[in-house]
T-cell receptor, first 114, second 113 residues
Framework: DGGITQSPKYLFRKEGQNVTLSCEQNLNHDAMYWYRQDPGQGLRLIYYSQIVNDFQKGDIAEGYSVSREKKESFPLTVTSAQKNPTAFYLC?????????????FGPGTRLTVT | QKEVEQDPGPLSVPEGAIVSLNCTYSNSAFQYFMWYRQYSRKGPELLMYTYSSGNKEDGRFTAQVDKSSKYISLFIRDSQPSDSATYLCAMRNSGGSNYKLTFGKGTLLTVNP
């Protein structure tokens, strides 16, 4: 089955620790994205990557880092510098076709930092 | 002014009602308009899309875009309890190298049996 997987579904960390969220896709998509979703805030773009070894900051990149070493994988690290890391994190991917419009989302990872 | 405005609701309707969900936007460069449906604790899934102005119908769902007013709508006819979800509008520019979608905050819909 083609799709996007995110693991784990729930993640708990102590304040001050870095944590890495996994995102893998087998849709052969070039572009991948990380969003954060908070109640009442909708989806806010953290980072996106249009091709391997290249990525750009989104609207709320501070306190986050990413890498794109493989087409299939786009891990997100939430660093201790992120002031409010508790949130629902969504990974997505899409084709780079200029007519493409659909982003396919993973099931999300709910991160709780205490 | 935010690029995309969407009333967060919550919106509660009886089964069988016609539901109207709306977004306004400020960026006249937006050309692709989408509606995503998100069930609780799940990732969003694409429901409808429209390119530029016009209407598009798919079963009980109709998407409308009025670019002159910078206003998009999603209508749900004969609403069902299974339609209970958060509905997110999204939009993007046409072509170029920017593949970013800009999302509204989402409207929480509950359809009561």
């Amino acid at each position: 089955d083609g799709g996007i997987t995110q693991s784990p579904k729930y993640l708990f960390r102590k304040e001050g620790q870095n944590v890495t969220l996994s995102c893998e896709q087998n849709l052969n998509h070039d572009a991948m994205y990380w969003y954060r979703q908070d109640p009442g805030q909708g989806l806010r773009l953290i980072y996106y990557s249009q091709i391997v070894n290249d990525f750009q900051k989104g609207d709320i990149a501070e306190g986050y880092s990413v890498s794109r070493e493989k087409k299939e994988s786009f891990p997100l690290t939430v660093t201790s510098a992120q002031k409010n890391p508790t949130a629902f994190y969504l990974c997505a991917s899409s084709s780079r076709d200029r007519l493409s419009y659909e982003q396919y989302f993973g099931p999300g990872t709910r991160l709780t930092v205490t | 002014q935010k690029e995309v405005e969407q009333d967060p609701g919550p919106l509660s309707v009886p089964e069988g009602a016609i539901v109207s969900l709306n977004c306004t936007y400020s960026n006249s460069a937006f050309q692709y308009f989408m509606w995503y449906r998100q069930y609780s604790r799940k990732g969003p899934e694409l429901l409808m899309y429209t390119y530029s102005s016009g209407n598009k119908e798919d079963g009980r769902f109709t998407a409308q875009v009025d670019k002159s007013s910078k206003y998009i709508s999603l209508f749900i006819r004969d609403s069902q309890p299974s339609d209970s979800a958060t509905y997110l509008c999204a939009m993007r520019n046409s072509g170029g190298s920017n593949y970013k979608l800009t999302f509204g905050k989402g409207t929480l819909l509950t359809v009561n049996p």
